[in-house]
Nanobody
Framework: HVQLVESGGGSVQAGGSLRLSCVVSGYMYDSFRMTWFRQAPGKEREGVATILTRSGYNYVAASVKGRFTISRDNAKNTVYLQMNSLKPEDTAMYYC????????????????????WGRGTQVTVS
């Protein structure tokens, strides 16, 4: 049974930083894609950053580029999202999602392409 558990969310002032973590358990393969999504009230879920755990290939959405960084620690089965220079518009529930099968680059930020989701961690920027 694969589980994703996010942590690290909270309330910060604009300009502050947070580091989100997503711990993967119950998944026996060491190569998969992990993506951070976020969803603000009344808005669609949007992809923020994605990473391939074996190669380290990663991509960050234009809306957060230069402020957010995605990374992984394979020994800890954990993927991180470092968020700096936070803005009020970054306020959202942040989710990590795992794709066990390869995804086309064009589908990296398509939520339906992902098999497993965490419950989310709230980030509030004021």
């Amino acid at each position: 049974h694969v589980q994703l558990v996010e942590s690290g969310g909270g309330s910060v002032q604009a300009g502050g930083s947070l580091r989100l973590s997503c711990v993967v358990s119950g998944y026996m393969y060491d190569s998969f894609r992990m993506t951070w999504f976020r969803q603000a009230p009344g808005k669609e879920r949007e992809g923020v950053a994605t990473i391939l755990t074996r190669s380290g290939y990663n991509y960050v959405a234009a809306s957060v580029k230069g402020r957010f960084t995605i990374s992984r620690d394979n020994a800890k089965n954990t993927v991180y999202l470092q968020m700096n220079s936070l803005k009020p518009e970054d306020t959202a529930m942040y989710y990590c999602a795992l794709a066990a099968s390869p995804i086309r680059v064009s589908d990296e930020f398509r939520p339906s392409a992902y098999n497993v989701w965490g419950r989310g961690t709230q980030v509030t920027v004021s």
